[in-house]
Each structure stands twice: as structure tokens, then as C-alpha cells.
């Protein structure tokens, strides 16, 4: 039997796994997976103001076909690393909750 209504301390520390943790902190996963893709980002980001070195080492500097390229795709990133990150997450709740309804067809 699947009890949803236990606490998360409750569930975290339930030896028989009758009750799930995962849809309890799913929603804290998800901010810290947007917050890693806005950190990627801005690392992406600020990598195209980084001076370049050519090919025999000679000093380039930021030129600005790299800075345009960079600031155009930091968006692109951030939103498909979003999106990425939210189907992960909403194919494990999917699972998740097939899981308890199946339980509850059981009963």
C-alpha cells in the first residue's frame, strides 16, 4: 500500500519503500536544475568575450563574430536545457504516479 500522506522524513527513512520521496522533492530538483542551466549559460556566455589564441599561439583577443555568436546562442542553451531538464523530470513523476495509480487499481 502506497501512503502519500507520511512526511518526508517519514518517507525518506521508510525501510519497506511503501512510500515515494521523489514526488515530494521533484519541484526542488527542478529549481536547481534551472539554476545549473543559467549557471552553464552564463559560463557559455562569458566565454565568448574570452581572448582567443590562434592556431601557432599568436594573441587574438574577443573578436566580434565570437562575442555575436555567443550572446545569440546563450538564450538557445538556457531555454533547451530547460526544456531538457523539465521532460527528464516529468517522465520520472509520470513514472512515479503510474506506479501509485497502478497500486490503487490493485486494491
Same mark, same amino acid.
Given at each position: 500500500?502506497?501512503?502519500? +500522506?507520511?512526511?518526508?522524513?517519514? *518517507?525518506?527513512? +521508510? =525501510?519497506?519503500?511503501?512510500?515515494? /520521496? ?6 526542488? /530538483? ?8 543559467? %549557471?552553464? *549559460?552564463? !559560463? ?13 599561439? $599568436?594573441? *587574438?583577443?574577443?573578436?566580434?563574430? *565570437?562575442?555575436?555568436?555567443? %550572446?545569440? =546562442?546563450?538564450?538557445?542553451?538556457? !531555454?533547451? $536545457?530547460?526544456?531538457?531538464?523539465? %521532460? ?6 509520470? !513514472? ?9 487499481? &490493485? &486494491?
Amino acid at each position: 500500500m502506497i501512503e502519500s +500522506d507520511k512526511g518526508f522524513f517519514a *518517507s525518506l527513512y +521508510d =525501510l519497506s519503500f511503501r512510500t515515494f /520521496v521523489t514526488p515530494k522533492i521533484i519541484q526542488i /530538483v527542478y529549481v536547481l536544475s534551472l539554476a545549473a542551466v543559467a %549557471i552553464w *549559460s552564463l !559560463v557559455f556566455l562569458a566565454s565568448g568575450f574570452a581572448p582567443s589564441y590562434g592556431f601557432l599561439g $599568436g594573441y *587574438s583577443g574577443p573578436n566580434a563574430g *565570437s562575442i555575436l555568436l555567443h %550572446i545569440v =546562442l546563450t538564450p538557445v542553451i538556457f !531555454v533547451i $536545457g530547460s526544456l531538457g531538464a523539465r %521532460i527528464y523530470l516529468e517522465f520520472i513523476v509520470a !513514472v512515479f504516479r503510474i506506479a501509485e495509480n497502478t497500486e490503487a487499481l &490493485r &486494491r
